[in-house]
Nanobody, 123 residues
Framework: HVQLVESGGGSVQAGGSLRLSCVAS????????MAWFRQVPGKERKAVAA???????SYAAAVKGRFTISKDNAKNTLYPQMDNLRPEDTDMYHC??????????????????WGKGTQVTVS
């Protein structure tokens, strides 16, 4: 039974930082592509960043240079470090996992496993 649980969200002022976490259970994140997406109900899901099995990273243009995705295989945990946050970054952030090819990293329908999300609010 694969489970993903996010934490670390909150409210910050523009220019501030947050570090989210996604703890996985039921499988090893070392074997899967891991990613962060953002979405609020009724709106389009958007890819934020991903990290492949080999550690290669990919970022959406809107966050490149501000967000850093990383993972700790020993802790089975995925992180994004979110710096220089902007009001437009406000959203629910979800982690996702699956056997996804690197060139498909931004395609949400390729990920079979999802967390419930953590809210990030920037004012």
């Amino acid at each position: 039974h694969v489970q993903l649980v996010e934490s670390g969200g909150g409210s910050v002022q523009a220019g501030g930082s947050l570090r989210l976490s996604c703890v996985a259970s039921g499988y090893s994140i070392a074997n899967y592509c891991m990613a962060w997406f953002r979405q609020v109900p009724g709106k389009e899901r958007k890819a934020v960043a991903a990290i492949a099995k080999d550690g290669a990273t990919s970022y959406a243009a809107a966050v490149k240079g501000r967000f850093t995705i990383s993972k700790d295989n020993a802790k089975n945990t995925l992180y994004p470090q979110m710096d220089n946050l902007r009001p437009e970054d406000t959203d629910m952030y979800h982690c996702a996992a699956g056997p996804v090819m690197p060139y498909q990293w931004s395609q949400g329908d390729k990920y079979p496993y999802w967390g419930k999300g953590t809210q990030v609010t920037v004012s």
